[in-house]
């Protein structure tokens, strides 16, 4: 069961086996074949390597902000809370993920939501808080698993669809989906900017910068250099002592901040060279899937496949994203009760989709006002999902992103004053409702995102 969890957790040999498949359903000769599920499996290593850095990068800045501006509480962190889950539920979250995967190929060839989910990390995460939740429930052995499956299946399905006319909108094609559960906090960033960014918004990559500062315009450099002064800032309110004893083990505190930033902008470099090689492999290799097994089916991507269309729109999301983290745990303070710290590594990945959908329908205020409120919706969503995650909502951390927070909340309140059964009355309806067929007229949020 471990070796299924394994195989199925990791991306690159999930969707380099989704490029073998294809190919072969093609019929492409042995080296095309070859050639292209190595390049979509390299791809996604790379891609993996750079999310890495950026995580070692980004882990010590949220301990230095905890200590510099002394406040304690919950986290949100998907990787931490999966972690502590995981030995209670690891053999019923690695069989929801994978019959969750097969009740998604099969909504996607039945329904008109054509969207094959391919990012593995994020399908066990979900498959985790499902279990969790159906255990609490009241559901056991077949029934937790069957219901977990179809919940997991139905979100694969249409978290993708949610957040789809947005990633057209800014892409110009509809080739490729975002497979990455925060689709609820990318589409409202979308809406946002189109509300607020005007009729001709100014998008992020137009910005003009003086002459002498034109070396900005290289989003390698403008994010090493942003991210240095935002270490050092925080270095130097979190102190000397405490980073040369706890963090840096004696290396001098301001060089651990500046290589700390270093870092990061190296992980959003290697991240974007991933993406590139990528989506030159998957794409054309998912045309076997489309043709043969799904027809007009979309390869759900993981979120930094949304990066390169806006470099600028990144880094300022992941501010504007972490500052709405940063109001929002000021409000939590002078309420009371449950204090959810701004998670560095959710603001920053969540919160920089945002900025470049939110700039693709609004520009720069769409980008920072979308973002804004996406910050706000990650760090009071976990507010209300923790009270159904059972004993694991009394931990230090959370699940992070918008589509748990939604998900977990929605069945997790059928459950508790409704009991399982109304779990089960609920998939039945949200399956039937996606395989009536309403046409190929567009959508309400795809028009909102005209």
Do not use: W
């Amino acid at each position: 069961m471990q070796t299924l969890i394994d195989i199925l957790s990791v991306p690159a040999i999930v969707v380099a086996l989704i490029s073998l498949v294809g190919l072969l359903l093609q019929k492409k000769g042995t080296a095309d074949v070859v050639k292209g599920t190595t390049k979509t499996f390299i791809g996604f290593l790379v891609l993996s390597a750079g999310a890495g850095v950026l995580q070692t990068a980004l882990i010590p800045f949220g301990t230095l902000f905890e200590k510099a501006f002394n406040v304690s509480g919950v986290v949100p962190n998907n990787e931490a809370i999966v972690g502590l889950a995981l030995s209670e539920y690891g053999t019923t979250t690695a069989l929801i993920m994978f019959f969750g995967m097969i009740v998604n190929i099969i909504l996607a060839r039945f329904t008109k939501y054509k969207y094959i989910f391919l990012t593995g990390h994020h399908t066990l995460y979900m498959a985790c808080m499902l279990a969790i939740i159906m255990a609490v429930a009241g559901f056991d052995s077949v029934g937790l698993i069957a219901a977990g499956s179809v919940a997991l299946g139905i979100i694969m399905t249409l978290s993708p669809a949610i957040v789809q006319p947005f990633v057209r909108k800014l892409t110009g094609n509809d080739q490729v989906a975002l497979g990455h559960f925060s689709a609820v906090g990318y589409a409202v960033s979308g809406l946002v900017g189109k509300a607020v960014g005007g009729k001709n918004p100014t998008s992020t990559e137009k910005i003009h910068f003086p002459k002498g500062l034109g070396f900005l315009r290289d989003s390698t450099v403008s994010i090493a250099l942003t991210m240095a002064v935002m270490y050092v800032i925080v270095a130097l309110f979190a102190g000397q002592p405490f980073i040369e004893t706890e963090l840096s083990d004696g290396t001098n505190f301001i060089v651990y901040a500046l290589t700390q930033a270093g870092n990061f902008a190296a992980g959003v470099f290697v991240i974007l060279a991933g993406v590139r090689l990528i989506l030159a492999e998957i794409v054309p290799a998912f045309k076997g899937i489309s043709t043969k097994l799904v027809p007009n089916a979309k390869p759900a991507l993981d979120v930094p496949i949304i990066y390169t269309y806006a470099p600028n729109a990144v880094l300022i999301g992941f501010f504007s994203s972490f500052v709405g983290g940063i109001v929002s745990m000021v409000v939590m303070t002078f309420t009371g009760g449950i204090i959810i710290l701004p998670g560095v590594v959710p603001h920053f990945f969540t919160g920089a989709a945002a900025g470049v959908l939110g700039n693709a329908t609004g520009g720069v205020k769409g980008a920072v006002v979308g973002s804004f409120v996406n910050g706000v919706i990650i760090s009071f969503l976990p507010v209300f999902l923790m009270p159904v995650l059972g004993d694991l909502g009394f931990a230090s951390t959370t699940f992070s992103d918008t589509d748990f927070g939604v998900s977990g909340i929605f069945f997790g309140t059928l459950a508790n004053y409704f009991g399982s059964i109304a779990i089960v009355i609920g998939l039945v309806i949200i399956v039937a409702l996606m395989l009536v067929p309403f046409g190929k007229k567009a959508s309400s949020t795809e028009n909102e995102a005209k």
